[in-house]
């Protein structure tokens, strides 16, 4: 006959199978916010710190635009700024129109008036 004390009752096969294994799997939610992080880390210098020097640059090159600068709109319209106001600018495109463009519709400098052209 078998003994009756080698079977297990319920309450004690689950706080068994309840209990943290030692092995892999068991306290690694360290590495799981270690992982997490890295995969931050990457997305921020791939991703977002371009970006940001992108941004930088951009407004730079807007806030240094002065009457004369010849630009490159975000449409494709090329002219000349002739006036600088607080949040746009006044472009000439052609001899007798003159166009008000928001400053964030400024694409490019494509010439700074007295620049030298290289030959």
């Not at 689950?14 to 990457?42: C, D, K, N, R, T």
């Not at 002065?66 to 949040?87: C, L, M, W």
Request: proline share 4%; charged share 25%.
């Amino acid at each position: 006959m078998m003994k009756m004390s080698s079977l297990m009752t319920l309450p004690e096969l689950l706080a068994e199978s309840a209990a943290p294994a030692g092995g892999p799997g068991g306290g690694a939610g360290w590495q799981i916010l270690v992982f997490y992080a890295l995969i931050a880390g990457g997305f921020y210098f791939l991703f977002i710190a371009p970006q940001r020097k992108k941004q930088k640059a951009l407004e730079k090159m807007l806030s240094e635009l002065q009457s004369g600068d010849e630009v490159i709109t975000t449409g494709g319209i090329f002219g000349v700024i002739t006036n600088v106001k607080d949040d746009r600018f006044v472009v000439r495109i052609a001899d007798d129109t003159k166009i008000e463009v928001s400053k964030g519709f400024i694409q490019s400098v494509t010439k700074k008036p007295g620049a030298s052209e290289k030959k």
